[in-house]
């Protein structure tokens, strides 16, 4: 499997540039996938039957654009040599706190800025004023960096289903970056955010499904449903309907995991826990949306919080990073690692 290959995506890139292009797609069908929010190659080869017919396809048509749409690709099989050149093209984004930088950071990243990776689900689970928006918030501002100092140079989409997006406050944030944004500052640094509210799981479900051609059309480089999981928590009540809310949130989630992988974004998501946790030893945070949600992020990060601002994120499960915690502070200029203006007390 050794290839003259030079750059390790091409394993995995199509020979396909565009819909039209495979074998006997007209542009009728090439017109109905496009209305079912498919408009690459890549995203066909990694969908499911059912997602492609909710543009009006048959189930033998839509299968039969999965089949082409696979055939395109140089690789099913790569050496783990081809994986570990693979993976050295996934790219970091600063969050913005060194001490969470820090404890993301993995140990083949050597010489790579730190922070959360591209082509991942990174999941942020507290209890209610934790700072997960606020932090969400924050990557908004990151990822409009330039790469030298962590950034990925690309925008963000907020898929926002509680109506918490606060312009103002990424404004406030981005003060702290203002050096760094060049002439990104002040009210242009929302320019290079798209902002959606979703207001039920479907729609929320349907805004990410067609966000193909907003990604590609804006550069986006941060994905944030914050929160994805409020609307199928409050729409799918009682035991009977578990299985099925579990079975949405999988399907929505394998669909960010896909983009993410497509269009080498980060994608964070935000989620609660079930009940109030307390703060002493044998402490067992319960995310919403139970294993399903934490079996399809890579990284599910919690975060605690104390007084005074202070938050500790700890890693709850990560395939890549072993068990740590990290000290945060939540202060008017976001959320950092050490804070010039720290109380004397440690009490949390
Ligand atoms: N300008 C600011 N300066 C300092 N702290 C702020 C500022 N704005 C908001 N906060 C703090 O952020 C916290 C709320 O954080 P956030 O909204 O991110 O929580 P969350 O984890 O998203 O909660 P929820 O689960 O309810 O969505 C509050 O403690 C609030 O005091
Ligand atoms: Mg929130």
């Known amino acids: 499997m050794t290839s003259e290959i030079k750059d390790a995506r091409e394993y995995f890139r199509s020979k396909y540039k565009q819909i039209e292009d495979l074998p006997g797609i007209g542009e009728a069908t090439a017109t109905t996938l496009k209305k079912a929010g498919f408009s690459s190659v890549e995203m066909i080869a990694s969908a499911t039957a059912k997602e492609l017919m909710t543009g009006g396809l048959g189930e033998e048509t839509a299968n039969k654009v999965i089949e082409l749409a696979r055939k395109g690709f140089a690789h099913a099989f790569i050496t783990g040599s081809q994986l570990m ?7 970091f984004l600063t969050t913005g706190c060194d001490s969470l930088d820090e404890l993301m950071t993995r140990e083949d990243q ?3 800025p730190k922070g959360l990776p591209t082509e991942s689900i990174t999941e942020l689970v507290g209890e209610n004023g934790s700072g997960k928006s606020q932090l969400s918030h924050q990557l908004c501002v990151t990822v409009q960096l330039p790469k030298s100092v962590g950034g990925l140079e690309g ?3 907020y898929i926002d289903t509680e109506q918490v997006f606060t312009p103002s406050r990424v404004i406030q944030i981005s003060k702290r970056f203002s050096d ?4 990104k500052k002040g009210t242009k640094i929302l320019d290079g955010i798209t902002y959606a509210e979703a207001y039920t799981s479907d729609h929320q479900a349907a805004l990410l499904a067609g966000a193909e051609d907003v990604i590609k059309e804006n550069n986006i480089k941060l994905i944030v449903i914050d929160s994805l999981t409020g609307n199928f928590r409050a729409e799918f009540l009682g035991r009977e309907m578990l299985s099925s809310r579990q079975q949405s949130i999988s399907e929505h ?13 980060v ?3 935000t989620n609660q826990v079930q009940a109030d946790p307390t703060p002493y030893s044998g402490f067992d945070p319960k995310p919403i949306g139970g294993h399903i949600v934490g079996h399809i992020s890579h990284d599910r990060i919690f975060i605690r919080k104390l007084k005074d601002g202070k938050r500790i994120a700890k890693i709850l499960k990560s395939p890549f990073l072993p068990e740590g915690e990290a000290v945060m502070h939540l202060t008017d200029e976001g959320m950092v690692g050490e804070r010039t203006d720290a109380p004397k007390s440690d009490e949390i």
């Not at 050149?85 to 790219?91: F, G, M, S, W």
């Not at 760094?180 to 002439?183: E, T, V």
């Open 85 to 91: 050149e693979l993976r050295r093209n996934q790219e």
């Open 110 to 112: 050597v010489g790579k």
């Open 155 to 157: 925008n963000a989409l």
């Open 180 to 183: 760094l944004l060049g002439d």
């Open 253 to 265: 989630m394998h669909k960010l995991m896909r983009m993410a992988v497509v269009f080498k974004c």
């Open 267 to 269: 994608a964070v998501v």
